[in-house]
């Protein structure tokens, strides 16, 4: 490994944590019981606690590690819509009706998050920035242009075609063949919006339990019992939402969710006029390849973060800086002398049908699976189901008639994932 890529204070933690350090709570003892018991503190844990407490429910959140430590804190604060199937793959399975209702709750995710952070006031550097989709090949530029053209009747969203002549505009970089922009995007420091919901759900009565992981949920009569590294506490009812950390004391779960590493670098800082030239518009970045990357100037817009995904198994982060800073200065030449100042990684809650899902199970509520895409998603869909176990009808929502599939044989262990990789990296290199 080239030691001159690592900048001289390199860390391998999230870039954000520097922003907002991991937030410092006051050690509780575990109540005995509660109305509501959620297990994870994420933006679903903490976004559905906020509308049980505010309702009038006793709510505790319990987390294995400090609060926010998953995906929530550390992921590439990219706000998109994005439910992953097509229309035309939606209504092959379901019909275009219950297709066109699926695809919706994207869309309203996506909307309710800036009125949500709005009217929350919560600082934590929203924009609606718009996103760029690189085309990595003239092909892909062409189904892109399709994909414009043929946007269904009812679901058609503000969207701009940037053809490759005019790429400079979006993106100091000759990589892409052109590429769309949907302009009502958006980024946001992520650790700073869930510190944002912590305060929110503190204020709002909620108990935060941090280091006091769930290891069993046991169904007694009406009055869940789970047990936990502090004890034993009751709830009447308990939702997960521990999406891409989901593990054994949820078997049920733990087989339905696919958990996919994803890792990010952080650049040192640049010079302001070279953050201009790179990404001039602030939007956030993706590409069509199916072995997707995403990255964005920090809110400062003093470095570009870089995530994706380069090695075949789970792996060191500190062993990703090298591929990432490759395929980075693929794109961004400019970057060649660039270093590294952070690289991390997390875990994304992915699933067999590529749609995140809520509902619940033997009584055990949940929400998870955003496949990659839970700045939106995790909140609006916690949030919902925080409404529902308040007792509001506004709680509803059409996931919830969604099967969650899983394999058979698969109880959370994804051997399949290194030749899945392989296979997306060939299709990527040579048949698109
Ligand atoms: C590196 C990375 C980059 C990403 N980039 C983006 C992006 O740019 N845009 C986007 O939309 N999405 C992105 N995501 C996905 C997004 O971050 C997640 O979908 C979202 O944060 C999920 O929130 P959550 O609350 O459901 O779960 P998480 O935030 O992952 O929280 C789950 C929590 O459950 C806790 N937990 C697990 N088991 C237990 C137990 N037994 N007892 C107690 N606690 C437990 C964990 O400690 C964890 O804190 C990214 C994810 C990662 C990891």
Same mark, same amino acid.
């Given at each position: 490994m080239t030691e001159s890529i690592f900048a001289r204070n390199y860390k391998s933690t999230p870039y954000w944590w520097d922003r907002t350090p991991r937030p410092t709570i006051k050690q509780i003892d575990?109540?005995?019981?509660?109305d509501v018991a959620i297990i994870g503190s994420g933006y679903t844990g903490l976004c559905a606690a906020i509308q049980t407490s505010r309702n009038g429910r006793e709510t505790v959140v319990l987390d294995a590690?400090?609060?926010?430590?998953?995906?929530s804190s550390r992921n590439g604060g990219q706000v998109s819509s994005s439910l992953k199937p097509s229309f035309q793959e939606l209504s092959h399975k379901f019909g275009e009706v219950r297709a066109g209702e699926l695809l919706k709750e994207g869309m309203n995710a996506l909307k309710w998050i800036g009125d949500f952070i709005e009217e929350e006031k919560i600082?934590?550097?929203?924009?609606?920035v718009g996103h760029f989709i690189g085309a990595h090949s003239s092909s892909q530029y062409r189904l892109l242009e399709k994909k414009i053209e043929q946007q269904p009747e009812g679901l058609r969203v503000d969207v701009n075609l940037v053809p490759r002549s005019q790429q400079y505009s979006e993106?100091?970089?000759?990589?892409?063949?052109g590429g769309i922009v949907y302009p009502e995007h958006a980024s946001l420091d992520p650790a700073r919006f869930h510190q944002g919901l912590l305060e929110r759900a503190l204020s709002s009565g909620v108990q935060v339990k941090i280091h006091c992981a769930a290891s069993k949920i046991e169904k007694t009569g009406d009055v869940f019992q789970i047990q936990t590294e502090s004890g034993m506490m009751k709830a009447r009812d308990v939702v997960v939402a521990t999406s891409g950390y989901t593990g054994t004391a949820t078997p049920w779960h733990r087989r339905r969710i696919i958990p996919i590493g994803t890792y990010i670098i952080a650049t040192e800082t640049l010079e302001e006029d070279l953050v201009d030239q790179l990404i001039p518009k602030d939007r956030v970045i993706t590409d069509t390849r199916k072995l997707v990357v995403y990255y964005r100037a920090s809110p400062d817009r003093k470095r570009i973060l870089f995530g994706g995904r380069v090695s075949l198994s789970e792996a060191n982060p500190d062993k990703c800086v090298k591929p990432l800073h490759k395929q980075l200065t693929q794109i961004?030449?400019? !970057?060649? $002398?660039t270093k590294v100042s952070h690289s991390w990684m997390g875990f994304v809650g992915y699933t067999f049908d590529h749609m995140p899902h809520t509902g619940d199970q033997d009584g055990v509520h949940y929400a998870m699976g955003y496949c990659g895409s839970g700045v939106s998603l995790s909140s609006y869909f916690g949030t919902k189901l925080g409404q529902r176990l308040a007792? !509001?009808? $506004?709680?509803?929502?059409?996931?919830?008639?969604?099967t969650f599939q899983t394999r058979p044989f698969y109880t959370g262990n994804p051997w399949f994932l290194a030749p899945s990789i392989l296979y997306y990296r060939l299709h990527d290199r040579f048949f698109s």
């Open positions: 575990l109540p005995k019981e509660t590690q400090d609060a926010g430590w998953g995906g600082d934590c550097d929203f924009k609606r993106i100091g970089s000759d990589f892409y063949h961004f030449p400019q !970057l060649a $002398k007792g !509001l009808p $506004k709680g509803n929502t059409v996931l919830t008639e969604l």
